[in-house]
């Protein structure tokens, strides 16, 4: 019977994906050992702990409503000690390192960093992380209480939202000792994408043909939720702005999705997009040394792809 | 102010990684190692503060080992102000227990502020700057892009997803994450590195292991399973469904 | 007189020249104009750097403007660069410092002897020690000292490419030292990692085999010639670069060291010595073919029915003054019809690729309406030709973008010349 804590996040308001996707993995855990999986909010996001529908007990502990690395680390660490989870699941995101490396040291719990599975073994649990930017995977054991870094990705978020019965019971907390103080958030300037950050590109080559021809692609990229980037005959060609070129002498991208319209994949192309996630290329030449890289692959005109795809999503 | 940045050696991701014949940990005999590239920025954001006058000294830290030597000089070389190897008595067994010794060095040394790299390659077991302050009862942000110091508090700029940023104060003595400088690390001359070699002096430290057994057991460390090339899709219908189970359609 | 701005003037008031007194208002002088009073620190700073002093004779004649490549494409030139120098401007902190790709077009015609060939890296090396470098720049060095090649590529990688053809080929990497061959073949970073590069690698290894030379290569323990680290003004780079490569020389005993990269072969012949003292038997790969020609010509018997053209490179052709020995190979081809551009030999315009700037395309874009090597991709394709021939392995990739560039697709190819000449020989 494994007792599973997963530490939410959020930003503005709204939880992060990686809440559901957290609580998604630790619903599916309780519920093959037969535990119990429970969701620690902080602060307003009490208000919204119905939408953490996996969750049996959704714990709100009283807390500022911005992140503060010192006083959450400290809120997790209580909750650790009073509640004795088996497993405490924390993302491995920019909250995530934080909070998992101090409340580990503090409380002398083992940390297993940047896991994309876990699986309950008797009353064990194994858990598989990604190490060497993604070249090799750990596969570990541990049999004692542990927190596990949860990289993003790891489980459809859906998977969080439904299937537990989501009591909801304050905390009360430690505090921090005041050292780290929130000041403000910072948006991200409107002027142009930084493609560097973008979750989704969907990215064009010299099979455009022409610039009027970039619309159609910019459409597709609008209802895909994703940013457009380039290869440099296009921008070379004044099609678009140097601030959206991919590769050599232009940015290295490492998004989610990288949707490779029309680009054959020269190495100076490659060398700036091969840390993609998922690549998925569509050219018409079947030799085209994109298709070395990629994920997936489609042969064929690129702008047939994005008119079929526009009409499945319409 | 003084600032403490410690460097890591890691294995360089250019080369082929291979398995050693547990079938549990990296083949290191062949590998070639280099300064994790968090870790060059981290140093490059203290030596930013130095020339903006918000700091005195920069003192670069490393284990003992092969190329500590280099990475020292080149710290050097880059504009830190002291340089000092860490002999390390007993051996780390995961990265948790190298940033308990990375922070006993850090302790004698003494520093206002601790800047490492915000994560590496191989540091499975948890991140440096986490346990390192938490050893050293100070403060932690980390995923830092940025440093502002003034007196005895330091302004910090956290990067969260999406390009969003947080403004943080933090008292010092602190633990400082590094994602990026705010400039890309510099490049160090060669001719400038052998110079610093013939006159500069590499202090010492030591920090001694207890050597505790980990708590995690290791089954198999092991490529991730992957196909040959490209699965190659016939239509946008099918490119529509793999877009689904991406969660990006 | 009237009142004018220039009437201040000096005037002496005995002038004696060669015994004849010349006193009079007639050599009256005015004092210098508000035009020409400048602030000339940027001049002097420039002019101290040793190997730099030779701007000082700039007169601002414009030859330069008129035959630099970068102005044919922009708004720069070696006139400009002293414009600007006379104005204030700290060359060392400017990007026109990174504009110039050495091709030495402006040495050729300046009157003055002003030598941007040697004033450039010399500027640049004050500029990489003082941290002013592009982050393009800045890349490249990295990767070179941590690799020893400039796209970053695993050193262990570097004999990769002959592993279709391992038993045809002696890779020197671990042999023992004394271990003799004919031809030491110096590969080069392009051949060795970028894939049409390694298509003229293998091409080369075939040549050599039908040729029956004795070669072999240095295979993982060669490094990068460092001629454009020398360029971009790392000079330490360059030297750890020349010592390592010529201890390797030294190891093997050779007669030819055969060269791929006119780069490599200009930093070998030219600044190698200066650094090791040795002296080595370096030839180009067309001066070594050429030197074979009768028996090549006797192996090619296959038919290269193409109009081609040839574009010289700045560093085999301007700076070592070898024209003929690709022009000797071209004509050769059997079958092919050889038309020059019209900017060629002396003259030839330049890829863009030189002085470093096969890592400055980003910086110098802002510059720039179009890449140097796109205008001599349209000059080609003027030509009627449909095979643009190189003999710089730079070259291949900056060529083929710029043919996209121009929608010249199927239109013109670029090949190397191994690759014509191995492609006349059939397998046998």
């Not at chain 3, 690709?326 to 900017?343: C, H, K, V, Y």
Request: with cysteine; charged share 25%.
């Amino acid at each position: 019977m494994a007792n599973i804590l997963v530490v939410t996040e959020h930003i503005k308001g709204n939880f992060e994906d990686i809440s559901f996707e957290m609580l998604g993995l630790a619903r599916e855990l309780a519920g093959a050992t037969g535990g119990t999986c429970s969701a620690l909010v902080f602060g307003a996001m009490k208000s919204n702990a119905s939408q953490l529908g996996a969750a049996d007990v959704v714990l709100a502990a009283d807390a500022g409503d911005e992140y503060n690395p010192e006083e959450y680390s400290a809120i997790v660490e209580s909750v650790i000690k009073d509640k004795s989870p088996d497993l405490v699941l924390i993302g491995s995101t920019s909250m995530g390192v934080d909070i998992a490396g101090q409340v580990g040291t503090t409380l002398n719990l083992p940390i297993i960093s940047y896991c994309n599975a876990i699986e309950a073994s008797g009353s064990a649990f194994k858990c598989t992380s990604q190490l060497y930017g993604g070249k090799l995977n750990s596969q570990v054991q541990v049999s004692q209480q542990a927190i596990v870094m949860v990289l993003a990705g790891s489980a459809d978020p859906e998977t969080g939202k439904s299937g537990g019965s989501a009591s909801l019971e304050d905390v009360s907390a430690g505090k921090g000792a005041g050292k780290v103080r929130f000041k403000t958030l910072i948006e991200p300037e409107a002027s142009d994408v930084d493609i560097t950050q973008s979750q989704v590109l969907v990215s064009i080559g010299r099979g455009v043909g022409s610039k009027d021809d970039i619309e159609a692609i910019e459409e597709l990229a609008e209802s895909l939720n994703a940013d457009v980037s380039c290869s440099r005959p296009i921008v070379d060609a004044g099609w678009m702005s140097k601030s959206r070129q991919v590769g050599k002498s232009g940015l290295k991208v490492k998004p989610k999705v990288y949707l490779a319209l029309g680009i054959s994949g020269a190495p100076e192309h490659i060398e700036g997009m091969k840390s993609a996630s998922t690549i998925i290329a569509v050219n018409t030449d079947p030799q085209a040394p994109i298709f070395d890289v990629a994920h997936y692959g489609i042969v064929g005109d690129l702008f047939d792809v994005t008119e079929e795809l526009m009409d499945e999503l319409d | 102010m003084k600032i403490l940045v410690l460097l890591r050696q890691v294995p360089d991701l250019v080369e082929d990684l291979e398995v050693d014949d547990s079938g549990k940990a990296l083949d290191v005999s062949e590998i070639k190692f280099k300064l994790n590239e968090y870790d060059e920025h981290a140093l490059e954001e203290a030596i930013l503060l130095k020339e903006r006058g918000e700091a005195d000294e920069v003192v670069a830290l490393t284990q003992e080992g092969e190329g500590s030597e280099k990475v020292l000089y080149t710290a050097l070389a880059k504009g830190a102000t002291l340089a000092k190897s860490i002999a390390i008595s007993g051996e780390a067994s995961d990265s948790a227990q190298f940033a308990k010794l990375m922070a006993e060095a850090a302790k004698a040394e003494g520093g206002d502020m601790i800047m490492v790299g915000v994560q590496s390659v191989d540091d499975r077991d948890g991140q440096l700057a986490p346990i390192v302050a938490a050893s050293l009862d100070m403060p932690c942000i980390s995923a830092v892009t940025g440093v502002k110091v003034s007196g005895n508090t330091a302004s910090i700029f956290k990067e969260y997803s999406g390009g969003i940023m947080a403004e943080f104060e933090a008292d010092l003595p602190a633990v400082i994450g590094i994602q990026a400088a705010e400039q890309p690390p510099r490049y160090a001359p060669v001719s400038k590195i052998k110079q610093i070699q013939d006159s500069a002096e590499i202090g010492s430290l030591s920090a001694s292991s207890s050597n505790g057994a980990s708590s995690i057991e290791v089954l198999a460390l092991a490529p991730p399973p992957k196909g040959e090339g490209a699965k190659m899709l016939d239509s946008g219908k099918d490119l529509l469904d793999v877009l689904k189970d991406l969660g990006v359609a | 007189m009237s009142e004018h701005k220039y009437q201040d003037s000096v005037q002496l008031e005995q002038v004696i020249v060669d015994g004849m007194d010349i006193s009079g208002h007639w050599n009256k002088m005015f004092v210098p104009r508000a035009l020409t009073q400048f602030d000339i620190s940027g001049l002097e700073q420039l002019r101290d750097i040793p190997g730099a002093e030779s701007i000082n004779n700039c007169y601002q004649c414009a030859k330069c403007v008129g035959s630099c490549p970068v102005e044919y494409v922009g708004s720069y030139g070696p006139r400009k660069i002293y414009r600007k120098l006379q104005i204030g401007t700290n060359l060392i902190e400017d990007d026109y410092l990174w504009l110039c790709t050495t091709c030495k077009n402006c040495v050729r015609v300046c009157p003055k002897e002003v030598n941007m060939g040697e004033i450039i890296p010399a500027a640049r090396e004050k500029a990489v020690l003082g941290g002013f470098i592009p982050d393009e720049i800045q890349e490249m060095l990295q990767s070179v000292s941590e690799y020893g090649n400039p796209m970053g590529e695993s050193a262990r990688k570097r004999a990769k490419w002959t592993k279709p053809i391992k038993d045809s080929i002696k890779n020197l990497a671990k042999a023992e030292e004394g271990e003799s061959v004919d031809v030491l073949w110096f590969v080069g970073d392009f051949y060795a990692y970028h894939g049409r590069g390694n298509d003229a690698a293998l091409a080369m290894v075939n040549v050599f085999n039908r040729l029956g030379v004795d070669f072999g290569i240095l295979g993982e323990a060669e490094k990068t010639d460092g001629d454009s680290q020398r360029l971009v003004g790392e000079s330490g780079l360059f030297e750890d670069l020349a010592n390592h490569n010529d201890a390797l020389f030294e190891k093997f005993p050779h007669k030819d060291l055969v060269v791929n990269d006119p780069h490599a072969y200009n930093a070998i012949k030219k600044f190698y010595p200066g650094i090791t003292g040795n002296t080595r038997n370096v030839t180009h790969y067309t001066q070594f073919l050429s030197s074979r020609l009768d028996e090549l010509k006797a192996l090619m018997t296959k038919s290269f029915d193409k109009k081609v053209t040839f574009h010289d490179p700045c560093y085999l052709g301007r700076h070592n003054d070898e024209y003929n020995a690709p022009r000797e190979l071209i004509n050769s081809i059997p079958g092919a019809t050889f038309i020059e551009m019209p900017r060629h030999k002396e003259q030839s315009y330049c890829c863009g690729g030189g002085g470093g700037g096969m890592w400055l395309d980003g910086l110098v874009a802002n510059y720039t309406s179009e890449r140097l090597s796109t205008n001599r991709v349209r000059e080609a394709v003027e030509t009627g030709a449909e095979v643009l021939l190189v003999c710089c392995p730079y070259e291949v990739s900056r060529f083929e973008d710029a043919v996209k560039a121009v929608n010249a697709e199927g239109k013109l190819e670029v090949m190397d010349i191994v690759e014509v000449i191995n492609a006349c020989i059939p397998e046998g």
